[in-house]
């Protein structure tokens, strides 16, 4: 045995004995068989439920936002985008728009500042444990954070995105390259531009894998500049007074994509 696989042996068994002691009674299986067969551990059940969901990141892409359509779009609340401080706005259209983060909207604790719903025990979405009330200390469910890394930089997860087009380029079809970069179907300044008016849970979709693709890079550039050049056409039909808003439709709203939450 190697000195690094022996160390790894030791720690894990030290990883194991933790975790086996901390662990309650009621936890989810899946979380636990994953966790185990780990080449490191996770010495808590918190970690184990993190490292679950990180390995599963189109998983609880999909339950993010199974849960934030249990949600709701908040009463009175529209996307709007600002840069104050404490006002839980996003500063750009980039960014998926996050009313429970707005104070006006703000489900207090114990609620998922991503979807709005009750956290429980270790960041889990469901009351496995019969609690009957939300973990007070909680604030975010562990699979909401890890969609929510998608979102946000969904470049960072292209080897997951690729997997899930068996390495096949999502507009030619031909072989991805190890360059091929990940891409929005519906551009994200066309999503402000032109849903912004959508109920809340059905805009995430836009970040989520619904709206995600892997190309090949000369397919991406070639788009890019499909797409810069109709927002310069735009900009300028609206400085002549014309219809700023062109009516391109082609491109379908894409598939909430819900998922029941049993995960
Ligand atoms: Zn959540």
Avoid at 13 to 40: E, G, T, Y
Avoid at 88 to 105: D, Y
Avoid at 173 to 181: D, I, Q, S, V, W
Wanted: glycine share 6%; net charge positive.
């Amino acid at each position: 045995m190697s000195a690094a696989s022996e160390w790894r042996a030791e720690r894990n068994v030290a990883a194991r004995a933790r975790l086996d002691r901390a662990l309650p009674a009621i936890f989810p299986a899946p979380v636990l068989r994953h966790a185990l067969s780990r080449p490191l551990i996770p010495p808590t059940p918190r970690l184990a439920v993190e490292s679950y969901w990180r390995a599963h990141l189109l998983r609880a892409d999909r339950l993010a936002r199974a849960l934030a359509t249990r949600s709701g779009t908040p009463e009175n609340w529209s996307w709007r985008l600002g840069t104050e401080k404490g006002s839980g706005l996003a500063a750009t259209f980039r960014m998926p728009p996050s009313p429970f983060r707005e104070p006006a909207h703000d489900r207090g604790k114990g609620h998922c500042c991503i979807c709005g719903q009750p956290v429980y025990r270790f960041g889990w979405h469901r009351d496995l444990w019969g609690s009957g009330v939300p973990n007070k200390n909680a604030r975010w469910h562990a699979a909401c954070v890890a969609a929510w890394k998608l979102w946000v930089a969904p470049s960072d997860q292209v080897k997951a995105l690729k997997a899930r087009q068996r390495h096949r380029c999502a507009a030619s079809g031909k072989r991805l390259f190890r360059t091929a970069e990940v891409d929005h179907r519906v551009p994200l300044y066309r999503v402000w531009r032109e849903h912004r008016d959508d109920p809340w849970p059905t805009l995430l979709a836009f970040w989520g894998t619904p709206n995600l693709q892997v190309v090949n890079r000369v397919v991406h550039v070639e788009k890019c500049g499909l797409e810069a050049g109709e927002r310069a056409s735009s900009r300028q039909a609206m400085r002549l007074g014309t219809a700023g808003l062109p009516d391109r439709t082609e491109e379908a709203a894409p598939d909430p994509a819900l998922l029941d939450g049993s995960a």
